[in-house]
């Protein structure tokens, strides 16, 4: 696992470049471009279980779905920041990626620091030292556990009577 950080105000367009919107649509046609501007290493060197770590306002700009969508293809199994753009967070819950706030966490990690998330309990451990965070209301951990709203309601309309 290996944690990648960045700092504030990385928008949707350092995530996955604009000129690429409307010639990428799928995860594999996706993959390549992330973050391609900001860290070219990225797309080639992240590995599922991943961990992102970003400053303040992470993931502002445009509302394009392509950013979250190979956040969530490449196995990012977290994006801890010390805040999100609301669109980009919505858009997360949507597609099933986990998104933490948690400025603390971010402030204490120092390069080659192991982070694990625990969603559920609602803790970020940083080496050794564990900075809780409001667990997830239950519906968005369905979501995510699903892989996304609409496999989430696809699964729930078939469990319907």
Same mark, same amino acid.
């Given at each position: 696992?290996?944690?990648?950080?960045? =700092?504030?105000?990385?928008?949707?367009?350092?995530?996955?470049?604009?000129?690429?919107?409307?010639?990428?649509?799928? /995860?594999?046609?996706?993959?390549?471009?992330?973050?391609?501007?900001?860290? /070219?290493?990225?797309?080639?060197?992240?590995?599922?279980? &991943?961990?992102?770590? =970003?400053?303040?306002?992470? =993931?502002?700009?445009?509302?394009?779905?392509?950013?979250?969508?190979?956040?969530?293809?490449?196995?990012?199994?977290?994006?801890?920041?010390?805040?999100?753009?609301?669109?980009?967070?919505?858009?997360?819950?949507?597609?099933?990626?986990?998104?933490?706030?948690?400025?603390?966490?971010?402030?204490?990690?120092?390069?080659? &620091?192991?982070?694990?998330?625990?969603?559920?309990?609602?803790?970020?451990?940083?080496? &050794?030292?564990?900075?809780?965070? /409001?667990?997830? /209301?239950?519906?968005?951990?369905?979501?995510? $556990?699903?892989?996304?709203?609409?496999?989430?309601?696809?699964? $729930?309309?078939?469990?319907?009577?």
């Amino acid at each position: 696992m290996k944690v990648w950080q960045y =700092g504030d105000n990385v928008n949707t367009d350092m995530l996955f470049p604009g000129k690429y919107t409307y010639t990428c649509a799928t /995860p594999e046609e996706i993959l390549p471009h992330l973050l391609e501007d900001l860290d /070219p290493s990225f797309a080639g060197e992240v590995a599922t279980g &991943d961990v992102v770590l =970003g400053g303040r306002n992470f =993931g502002c700009g445009s509302s394009r779905e392509q950013p979250v969508l190979g956040l969530v293809a490449a196995g990012v199994a977290a994006v801890v920041a010390e805040s999100f753009a609301r669109i980009f967070y919505r858009s997360a819950i949507n597609q099933g990626l986990l998104l933490v706030e948690c400025p603390e966490a971010v402030a204490a990690w120092r390069e080659r &620091d192991p982070v694990e998330v625990d969603a559920v309990q609602g803790w970020v451990k940083v080496a &050794d030292t564990k900075f809780v965070f /409001p667990s997830l /209301p239950p519906e968005i951990l369905a979501i995510r $556990e699903a892989g996304g709203l609409l496999a989430y309601a696809r699964a $729930e309309l078939e469990q319907r009577p």
